[in-house]
């Protein structure tokens, strides 16, 4: 008889619980991600309903790599 089956089971089982936490963080990343994109989207509603706050200026950026047209 050899030893190596019981380490072969717990490395079986073990990788399994790996793999099972790992799917349970991808959940919670996927989550977090979600929230994030809501509260920017909800930030970006509010700030173009309303209007610009004292001394705030609205800037055009140029691309310096573009030709001028």
């Given at each position: 008889m050899t030893?190596?089956?019981?380490?072969?089971e717990w490395g079986v089982q073990t990788g399994m619980e790996y793999k099972a936490m790992y799917f349970q963080l991808a959940a919670?990343?996927?989550?977090?991600?979600?929230?994030?994109?809501?509260?920017?989207?909800?930030?970006?509603?509010?700030?173009?309903?309303?209007?610009?706050?004292?001394?705030?200026?609205?800037?055009a950026i140029q691309d310096e790599n573009r030709d001028s047209e």
């Amino acid at each position: 008889m050899t030893r190596a089956l019981p380490l072969l089971e717990w490395g079986v089982q073990t990788g399994m619980e790996y793999k099972a936490m790992y799917f349970q963080l991808a959940a919670k990343v996927a989550d977090a991600l979600d929230i994030l994109l809501k509260a920017q989207q909800e930030g970006e509603v509010q700030f173009m309903n309303g209007e610009p706050g004292p001394g705030l200026k609205v800037l055009a950026i140029q691309d310096e790599n573009r030709d001028s047209e």
